[in-house]
């Protein structure tokens, strides 16, 4: 009886795997970002896009409007992880809570680019999209929001140029990047960043790879094994190739300014100890003293939740409010915090700010 009772589970198992690979090969071509935008300005590789309104969104009454918000995202992803789809979209929740919208995709280095550093990303990808919206709009200052990566990049330029941020808000964003429990420090710490510089651009395959690694098991084997082993649909196999799809579609990084962000940020953690310059000009958090909301992921591998939670500590807004949410770093993107969480915090609190 045991037998034909292993034998009766094992012969389901198969066949819900049969059936879960089959759905796999048919969602293949699934396509992702959901929401209408338009390009309106570039740079280089740059492009910055603007979120058309939502049919239905609410509206503010009139003079009572949220400035435009700039969302700055990581250079090593790709951004619309933030817009995956319609169910799973923070780019969608926003815009349903009426924000105007505007999203800096840095599109993909080649050779070309090998030389481009963070201080011509800060000061001219990111400065010239701050200053596109804001003579756009006629208004002296927007909302920023930094995401990961780009919420380093967030603060940098916000130190440097107060008088263009009215607002600033960081999302999954490190600050400290000495804390113990921070792997990729470990990973990083020994890179000879001058090799970088001299080896060209890195590929998107080989930062994957070191992403992977940090949880090997639980970000590869795992997920597989529940996916393969559950009873899925056509849709839930969908969501699952539309995240794949996303993991594994990382742009190729600019030479100089991976290696200046390597060494300066992981290696030396000049964002808190001092000594950050962008080209001639000194980085000084105390300089931001706006409005700032800070939201971070306790269950953060990448960026674990005291290398953001510290950031109060070295800024000079006195209107300083945290949050830690209780997911992952990715989930701070589309599982359900984000999607009936984290949009609420956000414009909840731009329209207190407004």
Not at 136 to 143: M, P
Not at 239 to 242: A, G, H, L, P
């Given at each position: 009886m045991r037998s034909a009772a292993g034998g009766g589970s094992l012969s389901q198992l198969t066949l819900r795997v049969a059936q879960t690979v089959s759905r796999l090969q048919q969602a293949r071509d699934v396509t992702v970002g959901c929401s209408a935008k338009q390009a309106v300005w570039s740079c280089g590789k740059t492009t910055l896009y603007r979120y058309l309104p939502l049919d239905g969104a609410a509206r503010a009454p009139a003079g009572r409007a949220v400035r435009p918000v700039l969302v700055c995202f990581a250079l090593v992803n790709r951004p619309y992880v933030l817009d995956l789809q319609p169910?799973?979209?923070l780019v969608r929740r926003l815009l349903e809570a009426g924000l105007q919208l505007y999203l800096i995709d840095w599109g993909d280095p080649d050779d070309a680019d090998r030389h481009?550093?963070?201080e011509e990303y800060i000061e001219r990808h990111l400065g010239g999209s701050v200053r596109h919206i804001l003579t756009?709009?006629?208004?002296?200052?927007?909302?920023l929001l930094g995401v990961?990566?780009?919420g380093v990049l967030s603060l940098c330029y916000t130190a440097l140029h107060a008088d263009d941020i009215a607002n600033l808000i960081t999302l999954t964003t490190p600050v400290d990047f000495h804390t113990p429990d921070n792997l990729l420090t470990k990973w990083v710490r020994d890179i000879d960043t001058g090799l970088i510089e001299a080896s060209g651009n890195v590929p998107g395959e080989m930062l994957n790879g070191l992403f992977l690694a940090l949880m090997p098991l639980r970000l590869t084997q795992h997920k597989y094994v529940r996916l393969l082993s559950a009873d899925a649909d056509q849709r839930a196999i969908e969501?699952?190739?539309?995240m794949e799809k996303w993991i594994f579609d990382s742009p190729p990084q600019?030479?100089?300014a991976?290696?200046?962000f390597v060494r300066w940020f992981y290696q030396e953690n000049r964002l808190i100890r001092g000594g950050l310059m962008i080209g001639s000009r000194h980085v000084d958090l105390k300089d931001i003293r706006q409005p700032l909301l800070n939201l971070y992921a306790l269950e953060d591998h990448i960026v674990p939740p005291a290398a953001s939670a510290v950031l109060g500590e070295y800024v000079g807004s006195r209107d300083y409010s945290a949050c830690a949410i209780a997911t992952g770093h990715i989930g701070m993107y589309v599982s359900r915090a984000a999607r009936e969480e984290i949009p609420g915090r956000i414009s909840s609190w731009l329209v207190r700010h407004r």
């Open positions: 169910d799973r979209s481009v550093d963070l756009t709009h006629a208004i002296d200052s927007l909302n990961c990566q780009g969501d699952f190739v539309r600019a030479a100089a991976l290696a200046q």
